[in-house]
């Protein structure tokens, strides 16, 4: 999409309802959030360097990403189920902006999966 698509889609954010604006609100948020964990994380020439861990036991990175919102999850479940953290450092809403955040980077690690097969696929044919 270029810079002209981007405009039209902020220019139609004159018009959306309150829910529509607080979902492109949270979207910024997680803009923000990735660049500063990013920081903290990652290796300047691969900032999902430390999702990649998984793979020294075997593991996609992409699976890892998924064991990690499965941490979430089950976090959230216990919220759930408990009412409370102990963790009080971490809200509800800091652990769901935290999936939201793994399920992209999972998404970009499935894709260049997809991609690195595809390509040892057809060097191979």
């Given at each position: 999409m270029g810079a002209k698509g981007l405009s039209s889609i902020y220019d139609i954010g004159k018009n959306m309802n309150k829910q529509s604006k607080r979902f492109y609100e949270i979207i910024d948020v997680i803009k923000e959030l990735h660049d500063k964990k990013q920081h903290d994380y990652a290796d300047t020439d691969d900032i999902f360097a430390n999702f990649r861990l998984s793979e020294l036991a075997g593991t996609p990175a992409w699976q890892g990403s998924i064991i990690r919102m499965g941490d979430k999850y089950a976090?959230?479940?216990?919220?759930?189920?408990?009412?409370?953290?102990?963790?009080?450092?971490?809200?509800?809403?800091?652990?769901?902006?935290?999936?939201?955040?793994?399920?992209?980077?999972?998404?970009?690690?499935?894709?260049?999966?997809?991609?690195?097969?595809?390509?040892?696929?057809?060097?191979?044919?």
């Open positions: 976090r959230i479940c216990n919220f759930i189920k408990k009412g409370e953290f102990k963790f009080k450092e971490e809200n509800i809403k800091d652990t769901l902006m935290d999936m939201a955040i793994y399920s992209l980077i999972t998404m970009i690690l499935y894709e260049e999966e997809i991609e690195k097969t595809s390509k040892n696929t057809s060097n191979n044919a």
